[in-house]
């Protein structure tokens, strides 16, 4: 029996469906209760069926769904000026998904160059191990071999550099250069951390060669690592505040939803008719993305993300030193947590299914942790028991082999 013969194969699932998920937990076609470590992959930032979401989504289906962009959106016009509010931008773009952020990203970078009488400048240097999406631009600004096999030239425009050598940098800044893009901490590519000075003086870098600095805060933005957006750990006064950035996953709640931000002089190059989407930023959108800032904006919510993660990580120090044969080292910050494993991380995110605790691979061989931002204590001391569990249980198994 296979039901799912008429979808495109293009996803390796497990035999699991969900019917319904309440807060942290994903409760399957039987009932079974699974503690929820994925949020989507970085998506529900408020857990599941969140009430002040559930409420806004049902108050705007009543009203009004869709408009396209033919007429002024109310709800897009407060979202953007909350989002301008709390960060560098002064203008924003709303899109679907993060890849289409990302694209408008890209336009808007060349864009900002063509109208500033430098066309020639077109290119966009990104790091090894990145990922930003599965657009044709997008695949090639991750430059990953296993994302470009099959799909024809390589969109031109995009240089994929080694992660952290400055020096092969700043050798690839020409004339031709139009923007640095970066992820503060890379998600899908092992939860790895680019050093707050690093971050601090790519800003310095575009400063002094006229090129903008993007970045792509899909995965680590609204409220992820315990701040707002990841970059402000590396400096309180926009010290490594970026030009263009573009956002996705938590903003929606689960809702899809994406946007790309910039500063003033930068969005002024995309004049009216040099881009567009149809559904991007349409009522539904906008009424859950307003809810979801209700929250996380909030007074005293980021601080407790803060505080909670600090749980998470300690517990996962403290399994790291249990079991140094299947587990290597923490990283990451707040609820973007990878745990990198010396066993197959495959096999480690079975055996935590298994006893009801989802989580998601990364490259370099990790674990990734990316529990609801709504997460208690309790729940992570719970999951700590079932990773226990799991991994004893593998140990034994191994043992017994070996
Ligand atoms: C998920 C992700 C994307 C792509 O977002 P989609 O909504 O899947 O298109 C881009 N960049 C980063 C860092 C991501 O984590």
Same mark, same amino acid.
């Given at each position: 029996m296979d039901s799912n013969n008429h979808l495109f194969p293009t996803y390796a699932q497990p035999e699991i469906t969900f019917r319904e998920g309440k807060g942290v937990y994903l409760y399957d076609k039987e009932g079974t209760a699974y503690l929820d470590f994925t949020s989507g992959i970085a998506v529900n930032a408020l857990g599941h069926a969140h009430p002040h979401l559930?409420?806004?989504?049902?108050?705007?289906?009543?009203?009004?769904?869709?408009?396209?962009?033919?007429?002024?959106?109310?709800?897009?016009?407060?979202? %953007?000026?909350?989002?301008?509010?709390?960060?560098?931008?002064?203008?924003?773009?709303?899109?679907?998904?993060?890849?289409? %952020?990302?694209?408008?990203?890209?336009?808007?970078?060349?864009?900002?160059? +063509?109208?500033?009488?430098?066309?020639?400048?077109?290119?966009?240097?990104?790091?090894?191990? %990145?990922?930003?999406?599965?657009?044709?631009?997008?695949?090639?600004?991750?430059?990953?071999?296993? +994302?470009?096999?099959?799909?024809?030239?390589?969109?031109?425009?995009?240089?994929?550099?080694?992660?952290?050598?400055?020096?092969?940098?700043?050798?690839?800044?020409d004339y031709q250069t139009a923007a640095i893009l970066i992820e503060p901490i890379q998600g899908e590519g092992g939860v790895r951390s680019v050093p707050h000075q690093c971050l601090r003086g790519l800003r310095e870098l575009c400063d002094e060669n006229g090129i903008l600095l993007i970045y792509d805060e899909v995965q680590t933005g609204v409220g992820r690592t315990g701040r707002f957006f990841a970059h402000e750990w590396a400096g309180e006064n926009g010290e490594a505040a970026p030009d263009i950035m573009a956002i996705a996953k938590g903003i929606g709640g689960g809702f899809p939803v994406g946007a790309c931000l910039a500063r003033e002089h930068v969005a002024e190059a995309m004049t009216p008719g040099s881009h567009g989407t149809t559904f991007g930023g349409n009522p539904l959108a906008m009424a859950v993305g307003n809810a979801v800032l209700d929250v996380i904006l909030e007074e005293e919510f980021l601080r407790s993300v803060q505080t909670k993660s600090l749980v998470l990580s300690q517990i996962l120090a403290e399994l790291v030193d249990t079991y140094p044969d299947l587990l290597e080292e923490v990283r990451g910050k707040g609820f973007l947590i990878g745990l990198k494993a010396r066993v197959p991380n495959t096999d480690l995110v079975a055996a935590f299914r298994d006893k009801g605790l989802l989580t998601v691979g990364a490259g370099d061989n990790v674990v990734r942790l990316l529990p609801p931002l709504i997460v208690s204590e309790d729940d992570m001391r719970q999951a700590r028991d079932k990773m226990v569990s799991a991994l004893d249980e593998y140990r034994t198994r191994n043992e017994d082999k070996g």
């Open positions: 559930v409420e806004a989504l049902k108050t705007q289906a009543d009203r009004l769904w869709h408009t396209a962009n033919l007429f002024r959106i109310e709800g897009q016009e407060h979202l %953007a000026e909350r989002l301008c509010e709390a960060t560098f931008a002064d203008r924003v773009f709303f899109t679907n998904s993060g890849t289409e %952020a990302l694209e408008c990203a890209f336009k808007t970078a060349r864009r900002y160059h +063509y109208i500033n009488g430098n066309p020639e400048r077109i290119n966009i240097l990104s790091f090894e191990g %990145a990922f930003h999406g599965r657009t044709l631009a997008a695949i090639a600004a991750g430059g990953q071999a296993k +994302y470009l096999e099959g799909y024809g030239p390589k969109t031109p425009g995009f240089i994929s550099l080694p992660f952290g050598d400055h020096d092969a940098l700043k050798a690839a800044i």
